[in-house]
């Protein structure tokens, strides 16, 4: 996890300029500040000129915390920065102990500000919620969070704080001239002079510590009699986080907790999700889920490695998460079902409650236990949490995407959980079960990461990375996959040397038994349609690929266009003949069983290849020209498949839900025969790559499920 709060000077004065545009947005209205207000109009200029201070200190600050992603793109959003502690103007690296609150002078360079005076000519001061605080961080950060501070004035008189909700993050000082026998003198030769000693500027400061402290503000008799000059500003967690929710990434972080949830989830049967692993209990439910998606034993990849963006951002926001299912006998029998957030079939739900509504209130164990302070239809899900279940037949009330202009809404997805014979197969899930063939070296897998590379070797053969447990039943079903790849060195395949060759996804005939071997480098490793050394069998002569080329093999028999394609084939075969016009070629609309992609090097970007996807589904028991398709009626004369790829599809890693291919058209398709030895199929990814113009690519995320 990235760390330091000290940023280079460029980085400062870039997010400087950021922050300023704050204070143009509105942010200086409505700031919590109190002063007194005499009829001196020498003292009414003195006081404008602390409150323009104090409201652009207020304003970088809430600048620094929406934009903490930004700098820290691994860790979730909203935390404010230490305070300077040693007068030097940069935040401190960490400050105190966690959930300590910590008082110190603004760290002005950190936020890329000139020194902040007010009108005493005395620079900032800065306590800081140690909630609310980088580092160290508190566990569940979000916009329920608790401040620290409550906020009086010298009669005693509350000005923030008097709920637990208004509680601030953080104050900002003016300290004014020195009182008593305190001493501004300077140590050291700091920019804005003066010392670190907090009780020589500020007068009524309660002791700071994991617990609430109460500041008290100066009123005019205290001004007058001598024993409290400070003037202060303050924000809250609300100000913060009404600008973090304004964030697209906010945004896409709350849908994919959801979405990842459901994914996950789905690979299991839904008797798991009626299981002592799923029971819901504890917090709303959602105790044994947070646990199920970290445990590495239930592969789910995105939460189960600690520090990640996504774990992250589970662990700031899981109180709320909430889970629901039906009862355990019901949540096996295939008729009893619901709908959530759009979605059928569910046999369970995932909710993410919105923002806090005003009666709503989350601060201490009986409050985040309730659902009504969550939920705005509480009545669609059981009493908490005895018997935390779903209602029969209900329909669970819940937007589907989060928006920023109505953050109370709910979220709900659908869990449906493995339906009754569907098969899946994951890395996530099943990574042991695939092994690496071909050239020594040509094929390697990183079980912790839990991808597959496939690189060049020596010799002319390629390497292939099978799953071989079993062969997966295709006639009668529909298929669905899901995989990431990235090349490893960008390449311009119009300036020689050409990077070559390519890869492939190959399903393969299941009636021979598990494939072994690979074939050649110049065929991407694909099985071919006859045995060969390296390919003792005939594995590819009945197969279907999905080829990622990323070099021309021109003229016969391989007909290929100059850039880089994909192309869906058959039988063992890279051959595009008849090869068809450009024009449709590089349309990729669906219309061809070939895309050329433009520009020409297309997955191998310069100067770091991007990270690419592509989504497969498979349609049987269609009509010849696959112009209707009916899997349940997968028999003579309706033996056809409808074979559709998408490249680069967003919101597509979900295998659970089909692509609707009208409102979003494949890249490129294809009509087959299904023969009978591909009822049943084996499968692996096959790559060849060449020793004198070498490139690799490593695959992840890969899954694959038919139903």
């Not at 985040?368 to 029969?392: H, I, K, Q, R």
């Not at 007909?559 to 003949?577: M, R």
């Amino acid at each position: 996890m990235a760390a330091p709060a000290v940023m280079p000077c460029l980085r400062v004065r870039q997010r400087g300029a950021a922050l300023l545009l704050f204070a143009l947005i509105g942010m200086i209205l409505g700031i919590g500040l109190f002063f007194s207000v005499v009829r001196n109009p020498d003292r009414n200029e003195r006081v404008t000129i602390t409150h323009d201070t104090l409201a652009q200190a207020k304003a970088a600050l809430i600048g620094y915390a929406a934009t903490y992603r930004d700098v820290h793109p691994d860790e979730s959003f909203g935390y404010l920065p230490c305070p300077d502690t040693d007068n030097d103007g940069v935040a401190e690296a960490n400050c105190g102990a966690t959930d300590e609150s910590v008082i110190g002078r603004l760290p002005w360079k950190t936020l890329g500000l000139p020194p902040q005076r007010d009108a005493d000519n005395e620079c900032l001061w800065y306590a800081v919620s140690g909630r609310a605080k980088n580092n160290p961080k508190t566990a569940g950060y979000n916009w329920d969070t608790l401040g620290q501070f409550i906020v009086q004035d010298k009669s005693g008189n509350t000005l923030a704080g008097a709920t637990p909700h208004d509680r601030p993050f953080a104050l900002i000082f003016s300290a004014g001239a020195p009182l008593g026998a305190q001493s501004h003198a300077t140590v050291g030769t700091p920019d804005c002079g003066g010392n670190s000693t907090a009780t020589n500027y500020l007068e009524d400061i309660g002791a700071l510590s994991t617990g609430n402290t109460t500041v008290q503000l100066a009123t005019p008799a205290s001004i007058a009699d001598g024993s409290n000059n400070d003037r202060a500003v303050w924000i809250t967690g609300k100000e913060i986080f009404d600008v973090v929710r304004k964030r697209t990434d906010f945004k896409t972080a709350v849908e994919a907790l959801l979405a990842d949830t459901a994914n996950c989830v789905n690979n299991f049967t839904p008797a798991t999700l009626g299981s002592t692993a799923l029971e819901p209990s504890g917090a709303k439910g959602a105790d044994k889920l947070v646990t199920f998606l970290t445990t590495a034993a239930n592969n789910c990849a995105t939460y189960a490695t600690a520090g990640s963006a996504q774990r992250n951002f589970l662990d700031n926001w899981k109180d709320n998460l909430l889970y629901a299912r039906m009862s355990a006998a019901d949540v096996t029998n295939p008729t009893r079902m619901f709908s959530a957030g759009g979605g059928t079939a569910c046999k369970a739900v995932a909710v993410f409650g919105g923002e806090r509504g005003a009666t709503q209130l989350r601060h201490n164990a009986g409050t985040m236990g309730t659902l009504a302070n969550y939920l705005e239809t509480p009545g669609l899900l059981a009493t908490f949490p005895a018997s935390f279940v779903v209602t029969n037949g209900a329909a669970l009330g819940g937007a589907s995407v989060f928006t920023a202009s109505t953050p109370a809404d709910d979220l709900a997805t659908c869990i449906t959980g493995l339906p009754a014979g569907a098969t899946q197969v994951s890395f996530t899930t099943d990574f042991p079960s695939f092994a690496t063939d071909g050239a020594t070296g040509a094929a390697s897998a990183d079980s912790g990461a839990q991808t597959a590379t496939l690189l060049d070797a020596s010799g002319s053969t390629g390497g292939c990375f099978w799953y071989r447990a079993a062969p997966i039943a295709l006639a009668g079903k529909t298929l669905r996959s899901y995989y990431r790849f990235q090349f490893a060195f960008g390449d311009d395949p119009a300036v020689p040397p050409n990077l070559r060759y390519g890869f492939a996804l190959q399903m393969l005939r299941g009636d021979l038994g598990p494939p072994s071997g690979c074939g050649d480098e110049v065929d991407s490793g694909v099985l071919g349609p006859t045995a060969t050394t390296s390919a003792p069998n005939t594995w590819g002569s009945r197969s279907f690929i999905v080829e990622t080329d990323i070099y021309q093999t021109a003229g016969a028999p391989r007909y290929d266009p100059p850039g880089n394609h994909t192309a869906i084939l058959k039988n063992g075969s890279l051959s595009h003949d008849p090869l068809p016009a450009i024009a449709f070629r590089q349309a990729c609309n669906g219309a061809w069983p070939i895309c050329e992609r433009v520009p020409y090097n297309r997955f191998e970007e310069t100067p770091t290849p991007s990270i690419h996807n592509q989504r497969m589904e498979i349609l049987t028991g269609c009509n010849a020209g696959c112009g209707a398709c009916n899997p349940a009626a997968h028999d003579a004369p309706n033996t056809y498949a409808s074979i559709a790829v998408w490249v680069d599809c967003t919101s597509c890693d979900d295998v659970a839900s089909p692509i609707d291919r009208t409102a979003k058209p494949p890249t490129i398709q294809r009509c087959e025969d299904l023969d009978v030895s591909m009822n049943r199929f084996y499968f692996g990814f096959t790559g060849g790559f060449s020793s004198a113009y070498p490139n690799a690519v490593t695959i992840r995320d890969f899954v694959l499920r038919t139903e």
